[in-house]
């Protein structure tokens, strides 16, 4: 409904409420729907995002309803659609939703699930080339192990020490590169609050009920102006148990709540595309429920983006774990996530490679995840299929030193399902790139194509054979190696070295990470990632088999198992050198 008060002074406040003939009292755009016409030209997608309703012709003028003020972006709209000199009457947001929805609905669940090109997706396409692979791969080994099994085994050693040294020069070169400075603008001031861009923080929920007060606490702990902070809690429409949760709960009022209707399949992807016409920030940020952000971490977004050009689409921030001493686990997870995001990222971004983005605190120019079609709602890995989509569109991602603490998933089997799920998602990501290899090439150029195949199957396949790999521990240990009949101890202690050294790397780059971290004593734990990774190995094969039998099974992480007893300290930012310019 909308009072008449409101309206007045909307009408008065646009400088058409003088001349024009009066409105109804009351408006219940529920009761009295809009004209249609009028919605499908201005497009009711652009509607929901902007909180406008264009109602009704009245004397000529149409009628729009608006959930705030009409800004400068949502007037210009209304002129680009041809409506004149609106008149503009406010209506409460949940009013106006209540209205769009119904009309919404249809065309909001089909782009949730097909929203991003069919070629580019892997609701399809993404299985086709690597179910080929398996197959060809798997029916060859057999054949060569039933014809000549140690002439099979000599290939699979070498297969294995070929993926094994192309991985290590890789990750070597990016911890060098990582210490490489890099030119950044500095920006001498931020605008004032009044102008700061808006920014939509999408937080996607699935039975995180017991997670809502202190995300919600963490998220109020941001230093931004509420009135540019849009937070949508996106909920689905069968998870009763946060549902209930919410509404028992009073929210800040920059937070709405995006309930996601069932459908064919329940993913974070989707649901973060079902929620996004929702979203009215012109930069979309990611985050996760069990997610800590540095307070300042909204302002140097703003910064970032305001010193670069239009082709940086994404920052990623840094990912770090409050959960380190929980266990074993957690400490050799705490490495590895310290080695990635602190060493190898900035390496590859160096490097001039793709950047595979993390599923939280990642931040997103709204035209920029418009241009790739958002999130494939069929990859349950959508982070790092989208890195690679934006840098086929052009779109550069950019590494920001401002961390998030997250809770450490440090138990066996959710892990091995955790793992699974990514590692099925970097096959479905890299089955998706390489349906066309032409155009993969053409739109990424030779050296990110190759840095592609690094990435992600080399990564698959280093885990697939690292039993071959592990070996090799006999030579070193002094013990006679299956091989030991066919190659010489020359050729055998080469390769038991190659996997030395490249064991050698990972601690160092473990260690070095542990430094960057502000946590030196980890690297202790750097010899346990002997015992921590062959982990992966089982979540790799049990991948493999979801890809052909489950591929879009999307394994919830449960959070909250480990939840801080103390308040949470925020880690030091990475301190790789950087060049200012300007």
């Given at each position: 409904?909308?009072?008449?008060?409101?309206?007045?002074?909307?009408?008065?406040?646009?400088?058409?409420?003088?001349?024009?003939?009066?409105?109804?009292?009351?408006?219940?755009?529920?009761?009295?729907?809009?004209?249609?016409?009028?919605?499908?030209?201005?497009?009711?997608?652009?509607?929901?995002?902007?909180?406008?309703?264009?109602?009704?012709?009245?004397?000529?003028?149409?009628?729009?309803?608006?959930?705030?003020?009409?800004?400068?972006?949502?007037?210009?709209?209304?002129?680009?659609?041809?409506?004149?000199?609106?008149?503009?009457?406010?209506?409460?947001?949940?009013?106006?939703?209540?209205?769009?929805?119904?009309?919404?609905?249809?065309?909001?669940?089909?782009?949730?699930?097909?929203?991003?090109?069919?070629?580019?997706?892997?609701?399809?396409?993404?299985?086709?080339?690597?179910?080929?692979?398996?197959?060809?791969?798997?029916?060859?080994?057999?054949?060569?192990?039933?014809?000549?099994?140690?002439?099979?085994?000599?290939?699979?050693?070498?297969?294995?020490?070929?993926?094994?040294?192309?991985?290590?020069?890789?990750?070597?070169?990016?911890?060098?590169?990582?210490?490489?400075?890099?030119?950044?603008?500095?920006?001498?001031?931020?605008?004032?609050?009044?102008?700061?861009?808006?920014?939509?923080?999408?937080?996607?929920?699935?039975?995180?009920?017991?997670?809502?007060?202190?995300?919600?606490?963490?998220?109020?702990?941001?230093?931004?102006?509420?009135?540019?902070?849009?937070?949508?809690?996106?909920?689905?429409?069968?998870?009763?148990?946060?549902?209930?949760?919410?509404?028992?709960?009073?929210?800040?009022?920059?937070?709405?709540?995006?309930?996601?209707?069932?459908?064919?399949?329940?993913?974070?992807?989707?649901?973060?595309?079902?929620?996004?016409?929702?979203?009215?920030?012109?930069?979309?940020?990611?985050?996760?429920?069990?997610?800590?952000?540095?307070?300042?971490?909204?302002?140097?977004?703003?910064?970032?983006?305001?010193?670069?050009?239009?082709?940086?689409?994404?920052?990623?921030?840094?990912?770090?774990?409050?959960?380190?001493?929980?266990?074993?686990?957690?400490?050799?997870?705490?490495?590895?996530?310290?080695?990635?995001?602190?060493?190898?990222?900035?390496?590859?971004?160096?490097?001039?490679?793709?950047?595979?983005?993390?599923?939280?605190?990642?931040?997103?120019?709204?035209?920029?995840?418009?241009?790739?079609?958002?999130?494939?709602?069929?990859?349950?890995?959508?982070?790092?299929?989208?890195?690679?989509?934006l840098a086929r569109h052009g779109f550069r991602t950019e590494l920001m030193d401002s961390v998030t603490l997250e809770e450490a998933n440090a138990r066996p089997w959710p892990w091995n399902k955790q793992r699974s799920?990514?590692?099925?998602?970097?096959?479905?990501?890299?089955?998706?790139?390489?349906?066309?290899?032409?155009?993969?090439?053409?739109?990424?150029?030779?050296?990110?194509?190759?840095?592609?195949?690094?990435?992600?199957?080399?990564?698959?396949?280093?885990?697939?054979?690292?039993?071959?790999?592990?070996?090799?521990?006999?030579?070193?240990?002094?013990?006679?190696?299956?091989?030991?009949?066919?190659?010489?101890?020359?050729?055998?202690?080469?390769?038991?070295?190659?996997?030395?050294?490249?064991?050698?790397?990972?601690?160092?780059?473990?260690?070095?990470?542990?430094?960057?971290?502000?946590?030196?004593?980890?690297?202790?734990?750097?010899?346990?990632?002997?015992?921590?990774?062959?982990?992966?190995?089982?979540?790799?094969?049990?991948?493999?088999?979801?890809?052909?039998?489950?591929?879009?099974?999307?394994?919830?992480?449960?959070?909250?198992?480990?939840?801080?007893?103390?308040?949470?300290?925020?880690?030091?930012?990475?301190?790789?050198?950087?060049?200012?310019?300007?």
């Amino acid at each position: 409904m909308i009072a008449p008060a409101p309206l007045g002074r909307a009408q008065s406040a646009s400088g058409h409420g003088s001349s024009a003939p009066p409105l109804p009292d009351r408006i219940d755009p529920v009761a009295l729907p809009p004209d249609p016409r009028l919605l499908r030209r201005f497009g009711v997608l652009r509607a929901l995002r902007l909180g406008v309703l264009p109602w009704r012709r009245i004397g000529g003028r149409v009628v729009v309803l608006c959930a705030t003020p009409p800004e400068p972006e949502t007037i210009a709209a209304l002129a680009s659609a041809g409506f004149g000199r609106p008149r503009c009457a406010i209506c409460a947001p949940e009013v106006l939703r209540r209205a769009l929805l119904p009309l919404a609905e249809p065309v909001l669940l089909l782009r949730a699930e097909t929203r991003v090109p069919l070629h580019q997706s892997c609701r399809i396409v993404g299985r086709k080339p690597l179910c080929l692979l398996l197959v060809v791969a798997l029916s060859v080994t057999a054949l060569s192990v039933a014809l000549a099994p140690w002439a099979a085994f000599a290939l699979l050693c070498a297969l294995c020490a070929l993926t094994l040294v192309v991985n290590t020069a890789v990750k070597l070169a990016a911890a060098l590169a990582s210490f490489r400075p890099v030119p950044r603008h500095r920006l001498l001031a931020l605008p004032g609050d009044d102008v700061m861009p808006v920014i939509s923080l999408l937080v996607p929920l699935y039975r995180e009920g017991a997670m809502l007060v202190p995300l919600l606490e963490r998220l109020d702990g941001l230093d931004y102006p509420r009135d540019r902070l849009d937070l949508c809690l996106i909920v689905e429409a069968c998870d009763t148990e946060t549902r209930a949760a919410l509404s028992s709960m009073p929210l800040p009022s920059w937070a709405q709540i995006v309930v996601v209707p069932t459908g064919r399949l329940r993913t974070k992807p989707r649901a973060l595309n079902y929620a996004l016409p929702f979203a009215r920030g012109s930069i979309i940020g990611i985050y996760d429920a069990e997610d800590a952000p540095a307070a300042d971490q909204l302002r140097q977004v703003v910064a970032r983006f305001a010193t670069s050009d239009r082709r940086t689409g994404c920052l990623q921030g840094v990912l770090d774990y409050y959960n380190a001493r929980s266990n074993w686990i957690a400490r050799c997870f705490t490495l590895e996530y310290a080695s990635w995001f602190r060493v190898i990222l900035p390496g590859l971004e160096r490097l001039g490679l793709v950047v595979p983005l993390g599923g939280t605190t990642l931040f997103l120019r709204r035209h920029a995840i418009e241009a790739v079609g958002g999130w494939d709602a069929h990859n349950v890995t959508e982070d790092a299929d989208l890195g690679v989509r934006l840098a086929r569109h052009g779109f550069r991602t950019e590494l920001m030193d401002s961390v998030t603490l997250e809770e450490a998933n440090a138990r066996p089997w959710p892990w091995n399902k955790q793992r699974s799920r990514w590692l099925k998602g970097y096959a479905m990501s890299w089955g998706v790139a390489m349906h066309d290899p032409g155009r993969l090439w053409r739109e990424l150029g030779a050296w990110r194509f190759l840095g592609v195949q690094v990435l992600f199957l080399g990564t698959l396949a280093q885990f697939a054979l690292a039993p071959v790999l592990w070996s090799f521990w006999l030579v070193i240990l002094g013990m006679p190696h299956p091989m030991s009949p066919w190659l010489r101890s020359e050729t055998l202690w080469g390769l038991a070295l190659v996997f030395a050294l490249s064991e050698c790397v990972s601690w160092a780059i473990a260690a070095l990470a542990a430094r960057r971290a502000g946590q030196p004593w980890l690297a202790l734990w750097a010899p346990m990632l002997q015992v921590y990774f062959p982990l992966a190995t089982i979540a790799v094969w049990r991948a493999l088999w979801q890809v052909l039998r489950r591929p879009f099974l999307w394994e919830k992480t449960r959070h909250g198992v480990f939840n801080p007893t103390t308040p949470l300290t925020l880690p030091p930012p990475p301190s790789p050198r950087r060049a200012s310019a300007g």
